[in-house]
Nanobody, 117 residues
Framework: QVQLVESGGGLVQPGGSLRLSCAAS????????MSWYRQAPGKERELVAS????????NYADSVKGRFTISRDNAKNTMYLQMNTLKPEDTAVYYC??????????WGQGTQVTVSS
């Protein structure tokens, strides 16, 4: 079964940290570009970070540069998002996505991150 399952979300105070995980199954994970997106209430879904399949080149939205780190472990079929110095504006549902040329993108179900005191 092709699926992505996010975990690690929760409630954290401003300035705190969280580590999200995205576990993949049912497809060749190592050959897919992996990304994290987020969607806050009333806003469009936006790209947070991505990591390529081969060399692991990363890309970040300006709003998270220097605070978030995306990584992947192809041996474990898992992608991660380390989020530090969290701000209230980081509050959103975070989704992982797998994409490859000529293939239908795969999305996870999302995990809620709430940054609040």
């Amino acid at each position: 079964q092709v699926q992505l399952v996010e975990s690690g979300g929760g409630l954290v105070q401003p300035g705190g940290s969280l580590r999200l995980s995205c576990a993949a199954s049912g497809f060749p994970f190592s050959s897919y570009v992996m990304s994290w997106y987020r969607q806050a209430p009333g806003k469009e879904r936006e790209l947070v970070a991505s990591i390529t399949s081969g060399s692991g080149i990363t890309n970040y939205a300006d709003s998270v540069k220097g605070r978030f780190t995306i990584s992947r472990d192809n041996a474990k079929n898992t992608m991660y998002l380390q989020m530090n110095t969290l701000k209230p504006e980081d509050t959103a549902v975070y989704y992982c996505k797998a994409a490859r040329a000529y293939a239908v993108p795969i999305w996870g179900q999302g995990t809620q991150v709430t940054v609040s005191s």
